[in-house]
């Protein structure tokens, strides 16, 4: 089973965010639904590179993540709450939402268009990636 690792879920609140997000610190966050039987689904994997505060606020503000017109017809869940850690670092940031990102499906089943992105001016790549270059290089080499 893929895991997290985050604290959480919380319902994708204002003032909740405000309450509970307290570190200014940046980090990883999950947005997704939270049933009923408090079982938490995945659906938009993400890093904050300031605070993860302002922005969960603005994930809420902006409707980040949340599924387009067909979704909500077909009755697929919308995104109510939340998930989150705080990390030491950008890159340990953004390598962890690299890792959920690849360990809940990637593109095909997240909400998520495309892989998340190294913050501008940086060149960090992707483990998970760059593990899966290297296996593919060795089968064709071996
Ligand atoms: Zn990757």
């Known amino acids: 089973m893929a895991k997290l ?35 938490f689904e995945v659906l938009y994997v993400g890093y904050a590179e300031k605070t993860v505060q302002e922005t969960l606020l603005h994930c809420l503000k902006k409707r980040v993540g949340q599924g387009g017109l067909m979704d909500k017809l077909t009755g697929k869940n919308q995104i109510n709450a939340f998930k989150y850690s705080y990390a030491n670092s950008l890159e340990a940031c953004f390598q962890k939402t690299c890792k959920n990102f690849h360990d809940f499906g990637g593109a095909k089943k997240l909400n998520n268009k495309d892989h998340p992105k190294p913050p501008k001016g940086s060149d960090w790549v992707c483990n998970k990636c760059t593990e899966e270059l290297t296996a593919n290089f060795k089968v064709k080499a071996g």
Do not use: V, W, Y
Request: aromatic residues 2%; without cysteine.
């Open 5 to 39: 690792d985050m604290d959480g879920p919380h319902k994708l609140d204002e003032k909740i965010i405000l309450k509970e997000i307290i570190q200014p610190m940046p980090g990883s966050f999950a947005l997704g639904h939270l049933g009923s039987d408090r079982s």
